[in-house]
């Protein structure tokens, strides 16, 4: 079992920032990725970004490139999202998760159906 908690959501203004930090317990040798996903109501929950524990490979949905970074700290079994340039349209609550199944391309874990475990999010939002 691994267990996420999610933090560091908040409100900030339009081209502001914020770190959401993940802190992943339980058997987490046996997570591959971390990714993120956010929600916004009325709104499919969409695919923002992944990354191998054992470092080097990362992937990023269109509409965060260049904008919002992943992280990882592997001594302290934790996961970030910096958050840069934000705008209200990445107004949504954010969920960290876990994947426990191994995939060749890292792409792959942008279907939120390889993922095992997830947290119970974090809201951020975003104002104009």
């Known amino acids: 079992q691994v267990q996420l908690v999610e933090s560091g959501g908040g409100l900030v203004q339009a081209g502001g920032s914020l770190r959401l930090s993940c802190a992943a317990s339980g058997r987490t040798f046996s997570s591959y990725v971390m990714g993120w996903f956010r929600q916004a109501p009325g709104k499919e929950r969409q695919f923002v970004t992944a990354?191998?524990?054992?470092?080097?490979?990362?992937y990023y949905a269109d509409s965060v490139k260049g904008r919002f970074t992943i992280s990882i700290d592997n001594n302290k079994n934790t996961g970030f999202l910096q958050m840069n340039s934000l705008k209200p349209e990445d107004t949504a609550l954010y969920y960290c998760a876990a994947a426990t199944t191994y995939r060749r391309a890292i792409a792959d874990y942008s279907e939120g159906r390889n993922y095992d475990y997830w947290g119970q999010g974090t809201q951020v939002t975003v104002s104009s």
């Open positions: 990354v191998r524990w054992s470092g080097g490979s990362t």
